[in-house]
């Protein structure tokens, strides 16, 4: 079982900056991909930003692109989002996912809200 908690949600202003964390607990198995979804109220669930275990391959989706960077630290099991000029449309819940082997594990979601 691996263990995600988030950090780093809450309400700014459009063209601000925020910084989510996950830190994943100790798993018996390496973790390979951690990443970021995100759902919106009434909205299914999408693919906001991954990162391989080594870090050197990243996939975005196309409406963050040139705006978040996604990092992750191994020693810490910690994966970052970094998002700036944030837009309303980016309002939603933020989920941080991880995969070992082939189980995916979920956080527990922390609220991002962007106001106009």
């Known amino acids: 079982q691996v263990q995600l908690v988030e950090s780093g949600g809450g309400l700014v202003q459009a063209g601000g900056s925020l910084r989510l964390s996950c830190a994943a607990s100790r798993s018996r198995f390496s973790i390979n991909a951690m990443g970021w979804y995100r759902q919106a109220p009434g909205k299914q669930r999408e693919l906001v930003a991954i990162?391989?275990?080594?870090?050197?391959?990243?996939n975005y989706a196309d409406s963050v692109k040139g705006r978040f960077t996604i990092s992750r630290d191994n020693a810490k099991n910690t994966v970052y989002l970094q998002m700036n000029s944030l837009k309303p449309e980016d309002t939603a819940v933020y989920y941080c996912?991880?995969?070992?082997?082939?189980?995916?594990?979920w956080g527990q979601g922390t609220q991002v809200t962007v106001s106009s």
């Open positions: 990162i391989t275990s080594g870090g050197s391959t990243t």
């Open positions: 996912y991880a995969k070992v082997i082939l189980t995916a594990y």
